[in-house]
């Protein structure tokens, strides 16, 4: 029953950097692990990366290493994502999701609504 809200996206030139960040509204996370999905016009979500509530433990995905990080508030209930060195690529809406593992294939539940990132060239 948590409710998530995503915040922090935008339009922004290549080469930018933008925050996102993930919160529970109402009630803090229920699950251990929080991660974080895009999806482009057209194309199937896929997974960004992934963080264990306690232990901080992350999981990314190969085409964002280096250039996204994801963190954690605990007193905040928050879950941020970091976007370094935006590409052109990177324009997608940005959903935060909960788990019990910070796997790929999660399953992940309780999905934001998303937040528009745009980058131009």
């Known amino acids: 029953q948590v409710q998530l809200v995503e915040s922090g996206g935008g339009l922004v030139q290549a080469g930018g950097s933008l925050r996102l960040s993930c919160a529970a509204s109402g009630r803090p996370f229920s699950k251990s692990a929080v991660g974080w999905f895009r999806q482009a016009p057209g194309k199937e979500r896929e997974f960004v990366a992934a963080?264990?509530?306690?232990?901080?433990?992350?999981n990314y995905a190969d085409s964002v290493k280096g250039r996204f990080t994801i963190s954690k508030d605990n007193a905040k209930n928050t879950v941020y994502l970091q976007i370094n060195s935006l590409k052109p690529e990177d324009t997608a809406v940005y959903y935060c999701?909960?788990?019990?593992?910070?796997?790929?294939?999660?399953?992940?539940?309780?999905w934001g609504p998303g937040t528009q990132v745009t980058v131009s060239s």
């Open positions: 999701a909960q788990a019990w593992t910070i796997a790929t294939t999660g399953p992940y539940d309780s």
């Open positions: 963080i264990r509530w306690t232990s901080g433990t992350t």
